[in-house]
């Protein structure tokens, strides 16, 4: 199933209750929201382009503007990231496009800042849309 984002686009290609595929086609210059997960584990594999991953720190310490690392995938390379680490995809110099194999759970985003100005309930209520819920 094709996801718009303002950032480009996703692609689930599998969703069960055991594990979640995705392949995320992020524009050139566009980037996720700043964000952890609490119990969704996950790694990314970069099919094109060099990804910007701002990576760290772990929520327990994470303080008001916290330096992260900041490191370059490119094609080929991959990282996993932890339950409670916070992280951001970033396009800067190119389109990126990666595959994401985690943990199922879809809705557990946490977002510490986003360019859209999107909020967690409206996410909520689009995932309730696709996938039913309460």
């Keep these: 199933m ?13 969703v069960n ?4 595929g995705k392949i995320l086609y992020i524009k050139e210059g566009q980037r996720l929201s700043k964000q952890y997960h609490k119990v969704k584990d996950e790694t990314i594999y970069v099919l094109e382009g060099d990804l910007n991953l701002e990576y760290g720190p772990d929520i327990s310490t994470y303080t008001k503007d916290p330096e992260p690392q900041k490191i370059i995938l490119s094609q080929g390379e991959s990282r996993r990231i932890h339950p409670g680490v916070v992280h951001r995809f970033c396009a800067d110099m190119s389109d990126v496009v990666l595959v994401e194999v985690s943990t199922p759970e879809i809705e557990d985003v ?3 800042s986003d360019d859209y100005g999107r909020t967690e309930d409206e996410e909520t209520e689009s995932l309730y849309a696709i996938y039913g819920g309460d």
Excluded: M, N, T
């Design 17 to 20: 209750d055991k594990y979640l």
């Design 110 to 112: 946490v977002r510490l």
């Design 2 to 14: 094709k996801v718009e984002k303002p950032w480009g686009y996703e692609i689930r290609w599998a």
